[in-house]
Every structure is written in C-alpha cells, then in structure tokens.
C-alpha cells in the first residue's frame, strides 16, 4: 500500500508566500527521488522541482530563485516553500516518488492539492 498525501495548498495573493507537504507510507523513502510537479487548466503537467535521494536539487527555470525544495528523510516529507507568487504559478500541485534501476523500478502519484494565486 503506498501513499503520498499532499497538504498546505489554497487561496493567496500575488507576493505571497506558500508551504506545501507531502507525506509518504508504503516505500523506502530514502531510495526515492521526490518531485513536485503542477498542472494548470488545459496545459501540460509539468515539473516543478526535484530532490533525489543523493540531495541533488533541480528546478524548473519559471520558479528558481522563488521556490525551495527539501526532503526529512526521517519524517518520510518532502516539502515546497514558495515565495513571490504570481497568478501563473495557479494549478493543482503533485507530489512525485520514482525510483530507478539498480532498485526495482516504481513510480507513485499523489491526489493533487490546489493552489491559487489571485487577488
């Protein structure tokens, strides 16, 4: 049984600031790389930032500078903190765990939790 449950999603105003979490049960946590990825109404899903289990980082260029990714390994939680935020960063959010050969291969989703950027 695995479970990625998202929360810390809603309605904030341009400028403003954000905290989003994803808590895991039902895999080895630390094996995991753990993404959160975002997907507004009539586009694509899209990557927002990443972290593997080696502590490697990455970010989609339209939030680097706003938006910080990290993971406690211990809590099995990887969170988002978002700063700045602009209407465009509207879409319902998704928390991601994969991992790859050597390990057994496994992809899990999350529900989605939305997130709105409005005045």
């Known amino acids: 049984q695995v479970q990625l449950v998202e929360s810390g999603g809603g309605l904030v105003q341009p400028g403003g600031s954000l905290r989003l979490s994803c808590v895991a049960s039902?895999?080895?946590?630390?094996?995991?790389?753990m993404g959160w990825y975002r997907q507004a109404p009539g586009k694509e899903r899209e990557l927002v930032a990443s972290?593997?289990?080696?502590?490697?980082?990455n970010y989609a260029d339209s939030v680097k500078g706003r938006f910080t990714i990290s993971r406690d390994n211990a809590k099995s939680t990887v969170s988002l903190q978002m700063y700045s935020l602009k209407p465009e960063d509207t879409a319902v959010y998704y928390c991601n765990a994969r991992r790859q050969p050597p390990r057994l291969q496994t992809v899990s989703w999350g529900q989605g939790i939305q997130v709105t950027v409005s005045s």
């Open positions: 039902g895999i080895i946590f630390s094996d995991n790389t």
């Open positions: 972290i593997t289990d080696a502590y490697i980082i």
